[in-house]
């Protein structure tokens, strides 16, 4: 145990660890797996990762259970989800069983580093993978590194699980219609800042992008999907330029074990007149529910929580899910890898 941080005031930042485990592709084939103390990549200043933007990555979190177990929550959505991701930016996909044992090889080798139970912290696991091949003519590389790295952090929600408020801006886009918005790589993040800024520098936490073709219907909030209750039902927006969340597709499944109807659609801004609850859900916050969304361009407030407080769907799927992954009730799908 690691007696000197202060588990519940950690950011989300990066604190260092012990170690990181790495995989090379190279000569046509994945390398043996290498445990490093080192924090630095050595890469040619050419790399396609550097250049083009051949760099993919996921983020995923482990956790102490109430039973002292170490769980992983559905690394295996995650393993999916990198090699779409890598297949969209024509990267070499990492098979799943590397992923899943350099995932599990950085979470022990970094034990001291998972928050306690009662925290609220978690052991967050951060896979990445970048082209390596030194290029200058626009081409993939053939040679690429995977790493894995966890680093600690702090409950989402220091002062308590509230709402926040964000703002619709059709100023920018996060991505292309057929872009690269389904997959989880940092041109999209890149493509993000200016407008996340701005929206921060105005008091929200995030932006609701728009479809950017025909900016008619909600896309993602920020680095987060975005969910809505409207009559008791869950709706959440269908479109080709949203990263598919597993927080999402969880709540999805926890609504329906709820008896809730969920429509997975295009979604409209004036609907959001007529929804009772949202909120924006990602690995980081599970939920982060939402109060007032302003659009800025027509001036137009749409409340999103009369009481300002958490509505209570949102607090329902916050605490289920977070009990999940603490063992604090059964695994009924299977979603925790015990760490042995
Ligand atoms: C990672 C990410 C999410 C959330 O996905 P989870 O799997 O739930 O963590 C949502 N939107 C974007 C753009 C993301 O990069």
């Not at 959505?77 to 950085?106: D, H, Y």
């Not at 929600?157 to 997959?183: L, W």
């Amino acid at each position: 145990m690691n007696e000197d941080i202060d588990w519940g005031s950690l950011p989300f930042g990066y604190y260092p660890t012990d170690y990181n485990v790495r995989c090379a592709f190279r000569d046509g084939k994945w390398g043996p797996i290498e445990v490093t103390k080192s924090d630095t990549v050595n890469i040619h200043m050419a790399a396609t990762a550097l250049h083009y933007g051949q760099e993919i990555f996921e983020g995923l979190k482990a956790f102490r259970g109430v039973d002292g177990k170490i769980r992983i929550f559905r690394w295996e959505e995650n393993a999916k989800r990198i090699r779409q991701s890598a297949e969209g930016l024509l990267m070499e996909p990492i098979p799943e069983e590397i992923f899943k044992e350099m995932c599990v090889q950085a979470v022990k080798l970094n034990e001291r580093f998972i928050p306690p139970y009662g925290t609220g912290a978690s052991l967050y696991i951060r896979p990445l993978e970048i082209g390596m091949s030194a290029r200058v003519g626009v081409k993939e590389a053939d040679e690429y590194l995977f790493i894995v790295m966890v680093t600690p952090v702090g409950p989402y929600f220091k002062g308590g699980f509230k709402n926040t408020n964000i703002c619709i801006m059709r100023e920018y886009d996060r991505v292309a219609p057929q872009g690269t918005g389904r997959f989880k790589c940092g041109g999209n993040y890149a493509a993000s800042l200016t407008a996340g800024h701005k929206a921060h520098s105005l008091g929200y936490s995030a932006v609701l992008y728009l479809d950017p073709k025909e900016k008619k219907y909600l896309d993602e909030c920020g680095p987060a999907n975005f969910y809505a209750i409207k009559d008791g039902k869950y709706i959440t927006p269908k479109s080709d330029s949203i990263l598919p969340s597993i927080t999402n597709m969880s709540l999805m499944t926890l609504a329906r074990e709820m008896g809730m109807e969920v429509e997975q659609r295009h979604i409209t801004v004036d609907e959001l007149e007529e929804c009772s609850e949202a909120a924006a859900c990602g690995t980081a916050a599970v939920c982060s529910p939402i109060g007032e969304i302003d659009d800025l361009d027509t001036g137009k407030k749409y409340i999103m929580s009369k009481d300002g407080k958490p509505g209570p769907v949102t607090t329902k799927f916050y605490n289920t899910l977070n009990a999940i992954r603490l063992g604090e009730v059964p695994d009924t799908h299977g979603w925790n890898l015990i760490v042995e």
